[in-house]
C-alpha cells in the first residue's frame, strides 16, 4: 500500500514540506470526461447524495493527477433541505428555493438538525473515502453569508441585493438566521471531521460583496462562532471568499488555520498583511488553466514566487476550476507545482 501522503496537512500546520502542495477548488467536477460520462445518467444531487458515487467521483482527480488531497463530493446547498428549506439544482442556475426567506416568519419556520441522522450519506460518503485514499480528506460546508444569501435570493444572484437590504432593514431577523445557519455549520463540520475529514474549508463564497463593516457587524460573529466551534476537533480549518481583498484581515481574525486568497488579490502582499498566523492557500486565476500548458506553468511559477519559500502555502486556484479546462493543463500544473520555482526562476 503507497505511503500516505501528508504535505497538505504540514502545510495547514505551516511546517515545512518536501513540495508545495496543491489541489483545486471543484477538481472532481465537468472538466473531467469520466464525471461527465457519470453525469450523463445521473442528476447532481444524486451524486452527492448516493454515497458509493461521491466517493466515486471524489477520487475521480485523485486517481488521475498527483494531487495532495482530495476535497469531498458534495455541494454548500446539500443541507438546506435538512433545515426546511427546500430547493432544486438547475443546471447552470444554480439552487432555485421553493420559498425565499424575506421575514422573520420565514426564518422561524426553518431548523436545525443532527447531520448523523438527516445527512448520514454525506458521513457514509467520508468514511469509505478514508478507506480508500492516501491523501487527506478535506470536508467542507457553505459560510453563514453565502448560505443566508442564497436563502434570501432564493437563489444565486449577481450582488445579493436582497440580503444586503435585510441586514439593514430587520437586523434582527438577520442575526436570528445568521445564528441558526452557524450552528448548523457547526453541526455539520463537526459530524464531518468525527466521520474522518483530516481538514475541513468554510466557503464563504460571495462575502466579498460586503463592506468591511458591514461584514465586520452582520457576519463576522457568525463566523467566528463557526470557527471557536470546530477548534477543539484538531482539525485544519480553512477559510476563503472571493473579493475578499479588503476583508481578509476580518477574515483572519474571524479564524482559520488557512485563508484562501481569490486570484484577483496580489498572494505575497495578502501574505504580508496577514502575518505568519495562518497559511496561505491559493491563488492562480482559474483562467490561466485555459491557455497553453506554457503558459500555466508561467503563471503558476509567478504564483510560487510570491508565496517565497517560508512554509505554510497551499498551491490553488482563486476559486473553481472551469469546465473547459484541459485535462493535460492539470497535469502540467500539478508538475510544475510539485518541482518548484528553480533559482533560475527567482534571478
Known amino acids: 500500500m503507497a505511503e500516505f501522503n501528508d504535505r497538505f496537512l504540514k502545510a495547514c500546520r505551516r511546517e515545512p514540506t518536501d513540495a508545495t502542495p496543491i489541489w483545486l477548488m471543484r477538481q472532481a467536477g465537468r472538466y473531467m470526461p469520466e464525471y461527465r460520462k457519470l453525469r450523463e445518467k445521473r442528476s447532481m444531487i444524486e451524486l452527492c447524495t448516493t454515497p458509493d458515487l461521491a466517493a466515486e467521483v471524489t477520487l475521480m482527480p485523485v486517481r488521475r493527477f498527483a494531487f495532495d488531497a482530495a476535497i469531498l463530493f458534495s455541494d454548500l446547498t446539500i443541507p438546506f433541505t435538512a433545515m426546511g428549506a427546500p430547493f432544486s439544482l438547475v443546471e447552470n442556475v444554480g439552487p432555485v428555493f421553493e420559498k425565499p426567506v424575506r421575514s422573520r416568519a420565514d426564518v422561524d419556520a426553518l431548523h436545525g438538525f443532527e447531520p448523523e441522522e438527516s445527512l448520514a450519506f454525506t458521513m457514509e460518503s467520508i468514511r469509505i473515502l478514508r478507506r480508500e485514499l492516501r491523501v487527506p480528506l478535506i470536508g467542507f460546508a457553505g459560510g453563514p453569508f453565502t448560505l443566508a444569501a442564497y436563502l434570501v435570493e432564493g437563489g444565486s444572484s449577481r450582488d445579493f441585493s436582497r440580503a444586503r437590504a435585510m441586514m439593514y432593514a430587520d437586523p434582527a431577523a ?116 485555459l491557455a497553453s500548458p506554457d503558459m500555466v506553468r508561467a503563471e503558476a511559477r509567478k504564483v510560487l514566487a510570491e508565496a517565497g519559500e517560508h512554509p505554510g502555502h497551499i498551491f490553488n486556484l482563486g476559486h473553481g476550476i472551469l469546465p473547459e479546462t484541459p485535462v493535460e493543463n492539470v497535469d502540467a500544473l500539478v508538475e510544475f507545482v510539485h518541482a518548484g520555482v528553480r533559482t533560475e526562476d527567482k534571478a
Open 174 to 289: 438577520w442575526h436570528v438566521l445568521m445564528d441558526l445557519l452557524a450552528e448548523n455549520v457547526i453541526k455539520y463540520l463537526a459530524a464531518q471531521i468525527r466521520a474522518g475529514a483530516q481538514a475541513v474549508q468554510l466557503f464563504d463564497s460571495w462575502v466579498g460583496v460586503l463592506h468591511p463593516e458591514t461584514y465586520k457587524t452582520y457576519v463576522m460573529p457568525h463566523v467566528k462562532r463557526i470557527f471557536d466551534g470546530l477548534k477543539p476537533l484538531g482539525a485544519p480549518t480553512i477559510h476563503f471568499g472571493t473579493r475578499t481583498s479588503d476583508l481578509l484581515l476580518l477574515m483572519r481574525d474571524a479564524g482559520g488555520d488557512v485563508i484562501g486568497i481569490d486570484w484577483m488579490t496580489p498572494l505575497g502582499n495578502a501574505w504580508k498583511r496577514l502575518g505568519d498566523r495562518v497559511a496561505v492557500q491559493g491563488n492562480l486565476d482559474p483562467a490561466a488553466l
